[in-house]
């Protein structure tokens, strides 16, 4: 009796939920194929021998895998200065997480005057083009003589509008009985924000890190402009470079697309849990 139970059909209506799980399922995967599907051919070309990238009908998966063009990447090329370069550039941009998380607090727990209209002006920058400022940017580095640096790279990504905009959204949700509570303890301004705002916005501070690491890391317009030695250019403008000199070995260059890739990968699937707890933390929708 149990077992004729349990081998009873589904309902009409179960079945027909189970049917339209089960294709919005498939539906997804094909999607989800599709978009990997470039990333898949990237990273199996990198192992692939040069007369075996040039072959027609290509190839998924290299028949004969090969780490030769990661080693020509950091031997015969320059492509460990460039990785030393654009790791210096992100570690210096990630300063201005401080700067932004200060500001994001001053903004969401302080009450000035003008604070609606300085707010207002951090939020009109997000409808400027960074195109726009490259030009007086440049300018102001030059006069500060700090063009062709790695620290004029990264100052211009120090601090974004939408990096404030975050942390103000975020920091409002703090409840102000703690912050309270702190300043009868005794606690300084400066001892509460690191003591116990900063504790608290872990989650805002891994989604602005990873977008920070994103900005820096992928950075080739402003490099490009602001550097004029070959040895200080990043991943991004190198990866250029190589694909301009080298027209005949497009194994070569999935190797070197692949070393600009796949860290930015590796860094959102590590964050990517506090990444949607700080959005939705936000308000962000």
């Not at 070309?45 to 895998?65: C, H, M, Y």
Request: proline content about 6%.
């Amino acid at each position: 009796m149990a077992d004729r139970r349990s081998r009873r059909p589904l309902p009409p209506e179960a079945q027909r939920r189970r049917a339209v799980s089960l294709s919005i399922g498939l539906v997804l995967f094909v999607g989800a194929l599709a978009a990997a599907f470039p990333l898949l051919w990237m990273v199996a070309g990198s192992f692939k021998p040069q007369r075996e990238a040039i072959d027609f009908p290509p190839t998924l998966l290299p028949v004969e895998p090969t780490f030769d063009n990661y080693l020509r990447l950091f031997t015969e090329l320059d492509f460990g200065r460039y990785l030393g370069n654009t790791v210096i550039v992100v570690l210096i941009g990630g300063f201005g997480l401080l700067f932004m998380a200060m500001a994001g607090y001053g903004f969401a727990k302080f009450r000035f005057r003008g604070k609606g209209a300085l707010f207002f002006l951090v939020l009109a920058t997000l409808m400027i083009p960074v195109q726009v400022t490259m030009i007086p940017t440049y300018l102001i580095l030059n006069g500060m003589k700090l063009t062709n640096t790695l620290v004029g790279i990264a100052l211009p990504t120090l601090v974004s509008g939408f990096g404030v905009f975050l942390f103000r959204q975020f920091m409002s949700t703090i409840p102000d009985e703690v912050l309270e509570a702190a300043r009868v303890d005794g606690a300084g301004e400066v001892r509460t924000f690191f003591q116990i705002v900063l504790p608290m916005s872990k989650p805002i501070l891994a989604v602005q890190a990873v977008l920070a690491f994103i900005t820096g890391w992928n950075s080739f317009l402003w490099p490009l402009i602001i550097a004029s030695d070959q040895n200080l250019y990043t991943l991004s403008v190198g990866l250029s470079l190589l694909n301009q000199q080298l027209a005949v070995d497009p194994a070569l260059q999935m190797a070197a697309a692949s070393v600009m890739v796949v860290p930015v990968l590796l860094v959102f699937v590590v964050f990517q849990r506090y990444v949607v707890q700080g959005f939705a933390l936000s308000g962000l929708k």
